[in-house]
């Protein structure tokens, strides 16, 4: 029997359990449709090799221009719900092509559209928006990660009408080939950490791809160096002067990053099932046994959790009443489950669920990424649990 015939007799063909879905308005439902069917027939046959060859399919990035996805919810007014959806849509059909989407339009845009002044959004966002140009978010150091905040070693030096930046970003996803760069450093006259739109051209940048990654290989993770990269004054964000104004970014993506380890869960669902109907041992397909079923009942069961979570958060960032605890919790929560499923649908697949051509191995290795990006598990449990104790853990 193909899978074809197996998912028209199952009355939840695409995962959807408990009907999320339903709570889009027809024309945002529209728009995931047509944003999902768009990955399946352009994105998913070329996935597994461009992650063999660690190389992104800039190719298509006019294609998502035409799509006309960047910033659905400041710039098109559509509901936050839709948005985590079409994230998770993406997700589930390539992580590595998600996340340039989510880095493009989440951390690069987002920072633009929040911290910017009016005259910069008006130079900037056009372009951005069409896809004309492409951005990276730079925050992270070879010696910085968690403790960023107050680890910057980047610095910033005002000089007349210029800024010269000094430093190195590490694991900056996408910035080998991206036209900007927003540099977070550390203003040498105040200590401060502030934002600057950085052209990849500029004398002095460099960003080198870093090699022997097992997860989300065909994002261009580089290594970033700016030794005296002078930018000019009106490239400094005009609303981020400190690291606190990172966290009205941040507090946004931490939730992008829940709705990408959704994705992640029904990725892996769909091939643990698709497999389990299929392959044969005994004498008839494993789906029929009771320990395969348990699985994919616990796949399936943690998907369906982590989506109401990241439902229910959608709703209160519609209604402006989101915290960053709220969404490093979502994190945290989310990607826990994740590992957990990826890891049941490995499990099922046997011995091809190594091999990438069968695609669960790659599922498996780039749900490692989502697991610590935009705050580890652990720094994300702590900012929820200073919120419930009101007792800080760390600095």
């Given amino acids: 029997m193909t899978d074809h015939a197996v998912s028209a007799a199952l009355p939840y063909p695409d995962g959807d359990f408990f009907a999320f879905e339903t709570l889009l308005p027809a024309a945002e439902l529209a728009r995931l449709n047509e944003i999902r069917d768009w990955m399946e027939a352009n994105v998913r046959p070329i996935s597994r090799d461009f992650w063999n060859r660690s190389e992104f399919p800039v190719h298509l990035i006019p294609e998502v221009a035409k799509l006309d996805m960047i910033s659905p919810v400041r710039r098109q007014g559509h509901s936050h719900l839709l948005a985590g959806m079409v994230t998770a849509a993406i997700h589930r059909v390539d992580a590595s092509f998600g996340t340039f989407f989510s880095g493009h339009d989440g951390l690069f845009t987002g920072s633009i559209e929040l911290l910017a002044s009016e005259e910069q959004k008006a130079a900037w966002l056009p372009d951005i928006y069409a896809l004309r140009k492409t951005g990276v978010f730079a925050i992270t150091e070879p010696l910085a990660g968690s403790d960023v905040a107050g680890g910057t070693q980047t610095t910033a030096e005002r000089r007349g009408d210029n800024w010269v930046l000094n430093g190195e970003k590490r694991w900056i996803g996408n910035s080998t080939f991206s036209d900007y760069v927003i540099i977070w450093a550390k203003d040498v006259a105040d200590d401060q950490v502030k934002g600057f739109l950085v052209e990849t051209s500029r004398a002095g940048f460099t960003a080198t791809l870093i090699e022997n990654r097992i ?19 009106f490239n400094k964000l005009a609303g981020a002067n400190s690291f606190r104004d990172t966290n009205k970014v941040l507090k946004t993506t931490r939730a992008t990053v829940g709705w990408q380890a959704v994705g992640i869960q029904l990725a892996a669902f769909d091939v643990a099932r698709k497999y389990a109907v299929e392959r044969h041992q005994f004498g008839k397909p494993i789906a029929s046994f009771q320990l395969i079923q348990e699985q994919l009942v616990t796949m399936l069961s943690n998907a369906q959790a982590s989506m109401g979570m990241m439902v229910r958060l959608a709703q209160m960032e519609d209604d402006g009443t989101t915290r960053n605890e709220h969404s490093a919790m979502a994190k945290a929560f989310v ?48 900012v929820a649990g200073r919120a419930i104790t009101g007792i800080a853990a760390f600095v």
Avoid: W
């Fill in 335 to 382: 990607t826990k489950c994740m590992r957990e499923t990826v890891a049941l649908g490995r499990g099922i697949l046997g011995g091809n669920g190594v091999s990438v051509d069968y695609e669960m191995a790659k599922i498996f290795c780039d749900a490692e990424a989502i697991y610590t990006y935009e705050g580890t598990y652990e720094i994300n449990t702590l």
């Fill in 215 to 233: 997860a989300l290989r065909a994002v261009q993770n580089a290594d970033i160096v700016l030794q005296d990269v002078v930018v000019p004054h």
